[in-house]
Structure formats: C-alpha cells, structure tokens
C-alpha cells in the first residue's frame, strides 16, 4: 500500500530560526512529489513540485529536497516567520497515467513563536 | 486570480440526513476532485471525476456518496444518509489537464458535522 510518512509530528521554533521537515514514502513508481502548507481549517496550497529526477526545488524562503534512491524528501523553511504556523503535508503522484490521485501525508504541525 | 469555492463553509446535519457539499471549480478545468480531512488525520481521497464521470474512486466512496456536475460551474458531493464518522471538513479541488505535473488547487473547504 502507498504510504507517506512525516516527521516530526509537531515542531515549535522561534520566529527567524530555521527548520527541516522531513519525507518518507513508499509510493512507487511516482510522477512527482510536492509539499503543501495548510492553514488551519483552509485547504492546502501548493509550495513545492518536484518530478523523480529533480533534487531540490526553492520557493523564496522554502526549500525542498529529494532523494529518490531512498524515497526520501525534506522541506527547510528559513528565517521563520510567525505566517509559517500551519500543517506542512509531503504529496506524492503516483505515476498512474491517469487520475491524479493524492497520497497525503501525515503532516507536520509547526508553530512559530516569538 | 481563480479559485476554487465552496459552500457552504459549515454544515450541521443530524445523522440520517442527506447533506449536498457544493464547490464551483475554477472555470478552465476539466478534472475535479473531493478530498475529506477527519479532525486531526490525514488528507484523503474520495472521488476524481472527468467528461462528466467518475474516473476513480476510493474504499471510503461507497453507495451512500454520489458526485455531479449538474451545470457548467457547479460540483457537488451528495452524502445520502449521513453518519457521525462523515463528521469531516471535505476539500474540492480542480486541475486543468491531466498531466501529472499540473497542480490541483482545492477550495477552502465545507466542514461537516453530523450529531
């Protein structure tokens, strides 16, 4: 069964310091792997995309990293702000052909204190 | 810029009920989806939908859950006899084309609530 697991499950840091997120799933073969940030209650919003031959992909402060070989993937956000409070969830594509099914993760739950 | 909508944004339903989730997708996608959330899980699957019919559905999307596009802006999730595990905020999101690098954007959601 498709699996995708995060770590840690809750994170807490200061405003401005630095955090890494991490990835680890089993589906396979896979089309492309993304981060989302969810606010709470709203739906998610898309920070990231990477296909399977891509090893890091930056979006201003946010960036992604993947190791394929060891189904691996992070999200390290820099400088923190008080904003970046939300669910962090890791989303792998099946390479499916079709559908576009979601395989969601689990989430981090960061929060960003002063 | 385009979104996706949805309403409404809390419904409170008693258990037996049928509930209908409306979500109007942004208006040049063509592949249109319903996700829910339980409090405190992970996101799920429930149902993709393309050319006016389900192209893949999950173990969750049994005979109680049925999905329309009954006009050209609107899709709905119609929940027949609600139970209290239907209790869940329930996502809608739309993709343009069928690539699987193109982003599915999702609306803000419907909480449902069943007592």
């Known amino acids: 069964k498709n699996q995708v697991e995060q770590s840690p499950q809750s994170l807490i840091i200061l405003e401005g310091k630095n955090c890494t997120l991490q990835?680890?799933?089993?589906?396979?073969?896979?089309?492309?792997l993304r981060w989302y940030k969810q606010d709470t209650g709203r739906g998610p919003v898309s920070l990231t995309i990477m296909t399977f031959s891509e090893n890091t992909k930056s979006n201003g402060r946010y960036t992604a990293t993947l190791d394929a070989d060891t189904k691996q993937s992070s999200l390290h956000i820099t400088a923190s702000q008080l904003s970046d409070s939300a669910s962090y969830i890791c989303?792998?594509?099946?390479?499916?052909?079709?559908?576009?099914?979601?395989?969601f993760g689990t989430g981090t739950q960061l929060k960003v204190e002063l | 810029e385009p979104e996706v909508t949805q309403t409404p944004s809390h419904q409170v339903t008693q258990m037996g009920q049928e509930v209908i989730l409306r979500c109007v997708p942004i208006s040049n996608h063509l592949y249109f989806y319903w996700y829910r959330q339980i409090l405190g899980q992970k996101v799920e699957f429930l149902v993709s939908?393309?050319?006016?019919?389900?192209?893949?559905k999950s173990e969750i999307f049994d005979d109680q859950f049925s999905v329309e596009r009954p006009d050209g802006s609107n899709f709905t999730l119609k929940i027949r006899s609600t139970k209290l595990e239907d209790s869940a905020m329930y996502f809608c999101a739309s993709l343009q084309g069928g690539g699987p690098y193109n982003e599915q954007f999702f609306g803000p959601g419907t909480r449902l609530t069943v007592l």
């Open positions: 990835c680890n799933y089993t589906v396979s073969p896979f089309s492309n």
């Open positions: 939908f393309y050319n006016n019919e389900i192209s893949e």
């Open positions: 989303v792998v594509i099946p390479f499916t052909g079709g559908g576009n099914k979601l395989t």
